[in-house]
C-alpha cells in the first residue's frame, strides 16, 4: 500500500501527428468506489475509454490479524477467521479447525462434520446470493438484489439460531462445533430448502437470457485457463475457464466424499461463465443440504477429547475430573503437538487453507492465512488491460473478492 | 538425504536424482510432504517440479519466524499439481541477519503478491523479483509486523522498556 493522496503526474503520451492531441491520463478508481465493495484501490492509466494499465493498491483493512493469532490461545483464534472473509465465515472456520484437529489428530464423530458440511453449504448459497445481488446492481439490474437479500435474510436467522449470532458465528470450533443444535432447526432448514430451488429459477428468470445482461457480461474478461493457473487463481473463475477442479471432490475433507453433488464447468472463461457457475453451485449446495439434512447421524456434536473439548455444564458441575479439564482448558488451554498442516478447503470463493504452525505450546508459532480473494485480485491487471472503463466494473464483480479476505 | 518414509515416494526420489544438493532432507508427517530445499536453489527446484512433475500452481508463500533459534526464518512454499491431484511443502531455511533469497516470480506468475507479503511482513528480500515493494503496510512503516520480536499491542514508542 503506498501513500494514499499519491496520484502519478500526468505525462504526455507519444505524439502521433495524425491522431490530433492525445495523452494518457492516469485516474484513480477507489479507495472509495462502490463496485469494490471495500476499500481497493486502482491506479488505472487510460488510453481514452480504454485501459492501458491497472494496478492495484491493497492493505487498506489490513488489520494485522495473522499477528494477533500469535497472540492467542487455539481456540480463540476462531474468532478471529470471521472476520477475514465476512460473507462465508464458516467456511473459514472450518479451514482453521482442520489443519489443528491434524496436529492434535482428533477424530471428529459423523454428527459434527455433518453440521459443518451443512452450515458450510449454506453460507455458500449465502455468499453467492450477496455477490450476485451486488454484482447484478452493479451492471444495473437492481431488482435481483433485493431478491437475493431475501434469501440471505433467510440463511442468516438460521445462523442465529445456531450460534446466536447472524454474522460472527464462530460456531465451528477446534473438536466439533460450538453449541448443540437448536430444537426445531431441522424444521428451520427445511422450510428454507423447500422454497430455494424456485428462487433460484426467479435469479434465473432475471438475468440469464436479459439482452443487457448479457451485452454487458458475454465475451467480457476473458483469461486463458494456463494464465489464470499460473496467477493462482482459484474456485468459480477457474471453473468458468474449463476446468473441472473442486477441492470438495478433489481433496475431500469433513465427510464431503459421502455427498452426491456435481461440479458445474464453462468453457467460456468470461464474465457470464462465472454467473452460470455461481448460479449452478447454489442449486448444487441446495442439493448437499438437503442431503446433510436427511442424512444426519445420530450421537455426539464434539469429540471424545476432554483435553481440548470444554466438558458439558452438567458434567463440570457434578465431576471434579470434569471440573479441572475445565479450568484447564479455559485458563491455560490447550497443547498442540509442535508440526505444521495444511488443510485446503474449498470457499465460495477458492482455495481457502490455513497453514497452522506449532511449537508445542498453547498458543500458536504461526497461522498463515491463504485466502482466494488475495489470489484472485492478483488477476486484475491482466484482466483490466485493453478493456473499456464499463466493462472494468463488470470484470470486478465476476471476481467476486471481499477486501477483508485481501488484506486480513 | 532422505529420511526412510520418503525413499518410495515418487517426487522427493527424483528430486534427489536430478540434483542431490539442492535436497537437503525431508519428512512426511500427517500425511503432508514437507521438503527442505538448498536456498540457493530454490528457483531451479521449484522451475523443475513445474516441469517434469506438473506442479501447476502455487497455493502461496510465506515464512515462519523461530526467533531466537537460529536459521531463524522459514520460507514456506505451498505447491499443488492439479493433474497429479498432490500437494508438496517446500522449505528454505535462511538466517536471521540479511535473510535474502532467489525469487520464484518467473516461475509462477502468482508468486509475485505472496513474496511481496513476505517482504513487507517478515522483511525476507527476495532476489530478482519484479516489483519488491510493500503491500500491506504503509511505505513510510519501520520494521516488519510478523517478525516475533516486533509487539503485538502498544503504540511502538511505548513499548521499549517491556
Same mark, same amino acid.
Given at each position: ?33 462502490? !463496485?469494490?465493495?471495500?476499500? %481497493? ?11 492501458? +494499465? ?34 462465508? +465465515?464458516? !467456511?473459514? +472456520? ?11 489428530? %482428533? ?55 445456531? !450460534? ?37 429459477? @426467479? ?6 437470457? +436479459?439482452?443487457?445482461? %448479457? ?52 468453457? @467460456? ?62 485458563? @491455560? ?43 484472485? %485480485? ?31 | ?162
Amino acid at each position: 500500500m503506498s501513500d494514499y493522496g499519491q496520484t502519478p503526474p500526468l505525462e504526455p503520451a507519444a505524439q502521433d501527428p495524425s491522431a490530433g492531441s492525445t495523452r494518457r491520463m492516469v485516474l484513480n478508481m477507489g479507495p472509495q468506489h462502490p !463496485s469494490t465493495h471495500g476499500v %481497493l484501490r486502482i491506479l488505472l492509466e487510460l488510453d481514452g475509454e480504454i485501459i492501458t +494499465n491497472a494496478q492495484p493498491e491493497i492493505g487498506f483493512l489490513h488489520t494485522g490479524i495473522e499477528k494477533q493469532a500469535e497472540a492467542l490461545g487455539w481456540q480463540q483464534v476462531v474468532t478471529l477467521t470471521d472476520r477475514m472473509d465476512y460473507l462465508t +465465515n464458516l !467456511s473459514n +472456520n472450518l479451514a482453521y479447525v482442520l489443519p489443528v484437529e491434524r496436529l492434535l489428530g %482428533l477424530e471428529i464423530p459423523p454428527k459434527a462434520q455433518w453440521l459443518r458440511v451443512l452450515l458450510c453449504e449454506l453460507s455458500r448459497i449465502n455468499s453467492h446470493a450477496v455477490w450476485l445481488g451486488t454484482h447484478a446492481l452493479d451492471l444495473g439490474a437492481m431488482t435481483v438484489f433485493f431478491y437475493c437479500f431475501r434469501e440471505r435474510e433467510d440463511i442468516l436467522r438460521i445462523f442465529e439460531m445456531f !450460534s446466536g449470532q447472524r454474522l460472527m458465528t464462530s460456531y465451528i470450533r477446534i473438536g466439533g462445533v460450538a453449541l448443540e443444535p437448536p430444537r426445531g432447526w431441522q424444521k428451520a432448514v427445511g422450510k428454507f430448502i423447500r422454497g430455494l430451488s424456485s428462487k433460484i429459477d @426467479e435469479y434465473e428468470d432475471l438475468l440469464t437470457k +436479459n439482452p443487457i445482461f %448479457l451485452q454487458r457480461t458475454q465475451g467480457v474478461g476473458h483469461l486463458s485457463l494456463e494464465r489464470l493457473l499460473d496467477l493462482g487463481v482459484t474456485g468459480p473463475m477457474i471453473r468458468a475457464a474449463g476446468l473441472q477442479w473442486d477441492i470438495r471432490k478433489s481433496e475431500p475433507y469433513s465427510s464431503y466424499e459421502k455427498f452426491d453433488f456435481d461440479v458445474p464447468v464453462f468453457h @467460456e472463461g468470461d464474465v457470464y461463465a462465472r454467473f452460470r457457475v455461481r448460479v449452478e453451485e447454489m442449486r448444487q449446495s441446495l442439493r448437499i443440504v438437503q442431503q446433510a439434512l436427511e442424512g444426519m447421524p445420530e450421537g455426539p456434536w464434539k469429540a471424545d477429547a476432554p483435553h481440548v473439548v470444554l466438558p458439558d455444564r452438567e458434567k463440570m458441575k457434578t465431576q471434579m475430573e470434569a471440573l479441572i479439564y475445565h479450568f484447564k482448558i479455559v485458563t @491455560e488451554g490447550f497443547r498442540v503437538p509442535a508440526g505444521d498442516a495444511y488443510v485446503p478447503v474449498e470457499s465460495p470463493r477458492g482455495e481457502i487453507g490455513f497453514l497452522a504452525v506449532s511449537d508445542g505450546t498453547s498458543k500458536p508459532l504461526r497461522v498463515f492465512m491463504r485466502t482466494p480473494s488475495f489470489g484472485n %485480485l492478483q488477476c486484475l491487471t491482466p484482466l483490466f488491460e485493453g478493456r473499456l472503463i464499463a466493462d472494468s466494473i463488470a470484470c470486478l464483480g465476476s471476481m467476486d473478492f471481499v477486501l477483508g479476505d485481501v488484506d486480513r | 538425504m532422505l529420511a526412510d518414509n520418503l525413499k518410495n515416494s515418487t517426487v522427493p526420489a527424483a528430486l534427489e536424482a536430478w540434483d542431490p544438493q539442492a535436497l537437503l532432507n525431508g519428512v512426511i508427517a500427517h500425511g503432508e510432504t514437507t521438503l527442505w530445499v538448498e536456498p540457493s536453489k530454490i528457483a531451479a527446484v521449484c522451475a523443475y517440479l513445474k516441469s517434469e512433475w506438473q506442479f501447476n500452481r502455487l497455493s502461496g508463500v510465506t515464512a515462519i519466524d523461530r526467533f531466537p533459534m537460529e536459521p531463524r526464518f522459514e520460507v514456506v512454499y505451498l505447491l499443488h499439481s492439479i493433474p497429479r491431484n498432490e500437494r508438496l511443502k517446500l522449505k528454505a531455511a535462511l538466517p536471521g541477519d540479511h535473510p535474502e533469497i532467489e525469487s520464484v516470480c518467473g516461475v509462477w506468475e502468482g508468486a509475485n503478491w505472496y513474496e511481496r507479503e513476505v517482504f513487507d511482513l517478515f522483511g525476507v528480500r527476495f532476489l530478482s523479483h519484479p516489483d519488491l515493494r510493500r503491500i500491506m503496510m504503509p511505505d513510510y512503516w519501520e520494521g516488519h509486523p510478523l517478525r516475533r520480536d516486533f509487539p503485538v499491542h502498544g503504540h511502538k514508542y511505548s513499548y521499549q522498556n517491556d
